[in-house]
C-alpha cells in the first residue's frame, strides 16, 4: 500500500489544525507551550527562510515593532502580558495572541504555508521535534493492539505529551513504561493522569531531550514525532534497541525503514479524522 504514504504530508494539518480555525489575535494554546521564563516570550524560525512578523503589546497604543528572524534562529522577547503576533501568508495577514512566557515556532504547514505554532520544545539547543497534540484514544488503543503488546512489556513513548499511551498500556495490559517529553508541565499531566488511573508504581515519566535519552530497555517504542523528526531519531532507534523490538509511529513513517515494517493501518477518530498508524521490527 504504497500510495497512502502521501500522507505523510498531509497528516502535518493535524498540527495546523490546533491553529487554523481561531480567530485572529487568538493564537496557539498558551497551555500547550512552554520553554520560556515567565517574563519573556521566546519565538523560534524552523523553516528555510528569514521570516518579518510583527509583535504589539497588549493595552499599547503604539505602532506594532518589526521582527525579522533568521533560518534556526531564537529570539527572546521580554514581556509582562500577552503580546499580538502579525505576519504575512501568501499575502494575507495572519494574527494571533501569544502568552507570555511561552514558547512559540515558526515552521511550514502540510501545503508548505508559514505557520506559528506553540512549541513545548522551544529551547534553543534542543532538538524541536514536534508541536505537541494529543492522540486520540482510539488510535491509542489501535497502536497497542498493532504492537501486540503483553504484561511482559516494555514500552517508552518518546514525546508522551499527557502520557496516555504509557498509562493506557499499564491499566489494560499491566505492563511498564517510561513516557519522555522535554514539557515539565505535560510530565505534571502524566504523572497526575497514572496517579488516577492507579498505575503510578508501573510507569515512569521524565522531562528529557529524547535525542539524549537511553530507551535500549524497550521492547515496544511509539512515536507522534514531525518526518524530519522520525529521520533525526532513526540512528539512535537503530543503535538503542534490541532486534525484535516493535516500533510504533502515529501518522509519519520512518524514513528508510521500508523494509522493517511489518503492519500498517488506517482509521478514523471520533470526529472523523483519518490517522495512520506505521508498525516496525528493529
Same mark, same amino acid.
Given at each position: 500500500?504504497?500510495?497512502?504514504?502521501?500522507?505523510?504530508?498531509?497528516?502535518?494539518?493535524?498540527?495546523?489544525?490546533?491553529?487554523?480555525?481561531?480567530?485572529?489575535?487568538?493564537?496557539?494554546?498558551?497551555?500547550?507551550?512552554?520553554?520560556?521564563?515567565?517574563?519573556?516570550?521566546?519565538?523560534?524560525?524552523?523553516?528555510?527562510?528569514?521570516?518579518?512578523?510583527?509583535?504589539?503589546?497588549?493595552?499599547?497604543?503604539?505602532?506594532?515593532?518589526?521582527?525579522?528572524?533568521?533560518?534556526?534562529?531564537?529570539?527572546?522577547?521580554?514581556?509582562?502580558?500577552?503580546?499580538?503576533?502579525g505576519f504575512e501568508r501568501r499575502g494575507q495577514t495572519v494574527s494571533y495572541r501569544l502568552d507570555?512566557?511561552?514558547?512559540y515556532t515558526f515552521r511550514y504547514d502540510e501545503d508548505n504555508r508559514l505557520e506559528l505554532y506553540?512549541?513545548? =520544545?522551544?529551547?534553543?539547543?534542543?532538538?524541536?521535534?514536534?508541536p505537541y497534540v494529543p492522540t486520540p484514544d482510539v488510535v491509542v488503543d489501535k497502536m497497542l493492539?498493532?504492537?501486540?503488546?503483553?504484561?511482559?512489556?516494555?514500552?517508552?513513548?518518546?514525546?508522551?505529551?499527557?502520557?496516555?499511551?504509557?498509562?493506557?498500556?499499564?491499566?489494560?495490559?499491566?505492563?511498564?513504561?517510561?513516557?519522555?517529553?522535554?514539557?515539565?508541565?505535560?510530565?505534571?499531566?502524566?504523572?497526575?493522569?497514572?496517579?488516577?488511573?492507579?498505575?503510578?508504581?508501573?510507569?515512569?515519566?521524565? !522531562?528529557?531531550?529524547?535525542?539524549?535519552?537511553?530507551?535500549?530497555?524497550?521492547? !515496544?517504542?511509539?512515536?507522534?514525532?514531525?518526518?524530519?523528526?522520525?529521520?533525526?531519531?532513526?540512528?539512535?532507534?537503530?543503535?538503542?534497541?534490541?532486534?525484535?523490538?516493535?516500533?510504533?509511529?502515529?501518522?509519519?513513517?520512518?524514513?528508510?525503514?521500508?523494509?522493517?515494517?511489518?503492519?500498517?493501518?488506517?482509521?478514523?477518530?471520533?470526529?472523523?479524522?483519518? =490517522?495512520?498508524?506505521?508498525?516496525?521490527?528493529?
Amino acid at each position: 500500500m504504497k500510495a497512502p504514504r502521501t500522507r505523510d504530508l498531509l497528516f502535518a494539518g493535524l498540527f495546523a489544525a490546533l491553529l487554523a480555525g481561531l480567530p485572529p489575535a487568538a493564537g496557539p494554546d498558551p497551555a500547550q507551550a512552554q520553554g520560556a521564563p515567565k517574563n519573556e516570550l521566546t519565538i523560534r524560525n524552523l523553516t528555510k527562510e528569514a521570516v518579518e512578523y510583527t509583535l504589539s503589546r497588549l493595552y499599547d497604543s503604539g505602532p506594532p515593532a518589526k521582527h525579522k528572524i533568521r533560518p534556526d534562529a531564537l529570539e527572546r522577547i521580554p514581556c509582562s502580558s500577552g503580546l499580538d503576533v502579525g505576519f504575512e501568508r501568501r499575502g494575507q495577514t495572519v494574527s494571533y495572541r501569544l502568552d507570555c512566557g511561552s514558547a512559540y515556532t515558526f515552521r511550514y504547514d502540510e501545503d508548505n504555508r508559514l505557520e506559528l505554532y506553540s512549541g513545548s =520544545h522551544g529551547l534553543f539547543g534542543v532538538a524541536d521535534l514536534a508541536p505537541y497534540v494529543p492522540t486520540p484514544d482510539v488510535v491509542v488503543d489501535k497502536m497497542l493492539a498493532l504492537a501486540k503488546v503483553g504484561p511482559g512489556d516494555f514500552l517508552y513513548d518518546l514525546g508522551c505529551g499527557d502520557g496516555r499511551i504509557v498509562i493506557t498500556a499499564a491499566r489494560k495490559f499491566g505492563m511498564k513504561g517510561v513516557g519522555i517529553d522535554l514539557d515539565p508541565r505535560r510530565i505534571e499531566e502524566s504523572n497526575a493522569g497514572a496517579r488516577e488511573a492507579g498505575v503510578e508504581n508501573l510507569v515512569e515519566f521524565r !522531562v528529557q531531550d529524547i535525542m539524549k535519552a537511553d530507551f535500549s530497555a524497550a521492547s !515496544v517504542v511509539t512515536l507522534y514525532l514531525l518526518p524530519e523528526s522520525n529521520n533525526l531519531l532513526r540512528p539512535l532507534l537503530e543503535s538503542q534497541l534490541k532486534p525484535g523490538t516493535r516500533i510504533v509511529s502515529h501518522n509519519y513513517s520512518v524514513p528508510g525503514w521500508q523494509s522493517k515494517e511489518t503492519g500498517y493501518a488506517m482509521l478514523q477518530d471520533e470526529k472523523g479524522q483519518e =490517522h495512520t498508524i506505521y508498525v516496525y521490527k528493529r
